[in-house]
């Protein structure tokens, strides 16, 4: 698979049935390896590895409805009372990161009103805070650490 602009990972990949199958750790099963897939496993890494991310409060390929129709986020971060604070669309290395990819991540947010947005195709990741007392946002030089999300109080 292509080099992503983040650390190199080790993954369980294997063929079945000519198609090239990549273990995902948090759906518990082996899924089809496709581009936007790869970028998927290697972010979610990145969150783990470097971020310190919980595993525990990471859902991947997350069920919501947007107008009544049933949606799947690429990935959602919880907090540990169950309310999501990062929602992340992960595309292909090759598909240009446009308004239509921050579009779709802001028509999720519209039910699950989160903190931090997250859009990244492996090369370039974007992430933006999301201030709803001011009903404002702000571009973040960098993806938050764990820490940073989840302040100690």
């Known amino acids: 698979m292509q080099k992503l602009n983040l650390p190199e990972y080790s993954f369980r990949i294997k063929t079945k049935e000519g198609k090239s199958m990549i273990f995902d750790s948090f759906r518990k099963k ?4 496709t581009p936007e897939e790869w970028v998927r496993q290697n972010f979610v890494q990145f969150l783990l ?15 919501l409805k947007v107008n009544n129709n049933p949606q799947r986020a690429d990935l959602v971060v919880f907090d540990r009372s169950g309310n999501p604070v ?9 598909v240009k990161i446009s308004q239509d990819t921050f579009d779709q991540i802001v028509r999720y947010n ?3 009103k989160v903190k931090f947005l997250i859009v990244s195709n492996g090369l370039n990741h974007y992430c933006c805070q999301i201030n709803y007392t001011s009903n404002n946002y702000a571009f973040l030089p960098e993806i938050p650490d764990f820490i940073d999300v989840f302040p100690m109080v």
Do not use: D, W
């Open 30 to 33: 082996f899924v089809r390896l």
């Open 49 to 63: 590895n470097e971020k310190n991310y919980s595993p525990s409060l990471i859902v991947v390929e997350a069920g």
């Open 86 to 94: 990062l929602v992340a669309e992960f595309k292909a290395p090759e």
């Open 110 to 112: 519209m039910q699950l």
